[in-house]
């Protein structure tokens, strides 16, 4: 495993649509090494989520941690199928380090992604996860936080010293 470069904000391909996995190509070294390493930064940065145009590849692959029982879980060609509701949220992303605004997500959304072992599989998720996987699916749309924010709420806040 190993950790990838991340791109950020003014990188253009952060406005670029993600394309689709085909089935057949999932289990293959080269997306499994890929989905590894995508956790992986995401750790790194302590990320909540990252998409693969995140580290410069443009496919339909989003993982997410929430840092609960639940582990890291890893989406595949995401798609939103249903959404409920609003929630104002605070919001950030690794492209865009230290940089917080508000932001109006979905509640409740509805989701049905492939899993790393082929597996089509759907997902009922609200409040964060509800909000962390209507961020990535952006990404793979080539859309970013920061254009979609409540205006006058971006915030820069300094980076703790280690
Ligand atoms: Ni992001």
Known sequence: MA??????????ILKKKSKEVPEEDISTEKIQTLIDDMIETMHKYNGVGLAAVQVGVLKRIVVIDLYDDKGPIVLINPV??????????????LSFPNEFA??????????EYTDRDGRRMQVKAKELL???????VDHLNG???V??????????VEPEEN
């Open 143 to 145: 859309e970013v936080f």
């Open 3 to 12: 950790i990838r470069n991340l791109r950020y904000q003014g990188d253009d």
């Open 147 to 156: 254009d979609k924010i409540i205006p006058g709420t971006l915030e820069y």
């Open 80 to 93: 939103i199928i249903k959404t409920k509701g609003e929630q104002e949220v605070e919001e950030g992303c």
């Open 130 to 136: 509800a909000q962390a996987i209507s961020h990535e």
């Open 102 to 111: 508000k932001i109006i997500r979905p509640a409740e959304v509805v989701a």
